[in-house]
């Protein structure tokens, strides 16, 4: 007679090798996650235009008409779209994978598969979003008979900086949101905050130098910066220091946040 025991966690070495025998999930949870996100809306999957788009507006009008702020010779719309698609798809995929544990209770209080599985897929649906507005900045370099650089061949390595920085913090909270509740409206403010302290609406140039290097504590803020110039291929150079530490914070968090994540996720299932 066999006995099946259901574990909510596993030695390292079995659990990573679980992620890859439950690799069928992630796409099954992304697919079931894009349905539901456009599910009985208006203009379904175009939310994944407007939001980018209405934003860019916005910020464009804000700071390259009212601040006059200084665009370096790039049209100023560009400028904002690179920052604005790294940084919606940071913000939202944070927010998303914050709340996912608790919007698969039902999933996770009866089956066994690795839990980091369920924030990863709040990462991939975001991630799928960014690649359909990032259309957006094509058109839009289109209209403006802007041409990118050789430099965009290295944007696949920034866009996997934003993705290792979001999953990092994702899985912090994810992990909080279970047991303290109060995440899940905390969450939501920190990313708004975030749009205002991250350069999305504004070059890195306009902070004073001698602030750049905390200025870069910010994750985003390097990764924005390497956007902008991988696309733009801006004739000044990328500022070293800021990526370097954006590195090390992406790094800091997704360590600390696997770290986190994995010594609470046993409870999940009890908590929820």
Request: aromatic share 16%; proline share 5%.
């Amino acid at each position: 007679m066999h006995e099946v025991v259901i574990e909510a966690g596993r030695l390292e070495r079995q659990y990573w090798n679980d992620l890859w025998r439950y690799r069928e999930l992630f796409y099954f949870l992304a697919w079931r996650d894009i349905l539901v996100r456009y599910k009985q809306t208006v203009v379904g999957a175009s939310w994944a235009f407007i939001r980018p788009f209405v934003t860019m507006v916005i910020l464009t009008v804000v700071f390259g008409k009212v601040a006059k702020m200084d665009s370096g010779g790039v049209p100023y719309p560009i400028l904002v779209l690179c920052g604005t698609l790294p940084w919606q798809f940071f913000s939202t995929a944070v927010s998303e994978s914050a709340g996912s544990i608790l919007s698969n209770t039902a999933l996770i209080s009866k089956v066994y598969f690795p839990r980091m599985a369920v924030p990863m897929t709040a990462i991939i649906t975001s991630f799928v979003d960014f690649l359909v507005s990032a259309v957006i900045l094509v058109l839009l370099m289109g209209w403006y008979h802007f041409a990118p650089s050789i430099r965009i061949l290295l944007l696949p390595i920034f866009v996997l900086q934003a993705f290792i920085a979001a999953l990092g913090l994702g899985l912090w909270f994810s992990a909080l949101t279970v047991r303290f509740r109060d995440f899940r409206h905390v969450v939501p403010f920190i990313a708004q905050i975030g749009l205002y302290i991250s350069p999305v609406g504004f070059s890195t140039d306009a902070v004073p130098q001698q602030w750049r290097l905390l200025y870069s504590v910010n994750p985003m803020v390097g990764v924005i910066d390497a956007f902008r110039w991988s696309i733009i291929g801006s004739a000044a150079p990328l500022y070293a220091p800021g990526l370097m530490m954006s590195v090390l914070v992406t790094a800091i968090c997704m360590f600390t946040g696997v770290r986190y994540f994995r010594s609470t996720e046993r409870t999940f299932a009890d908590i929820i």
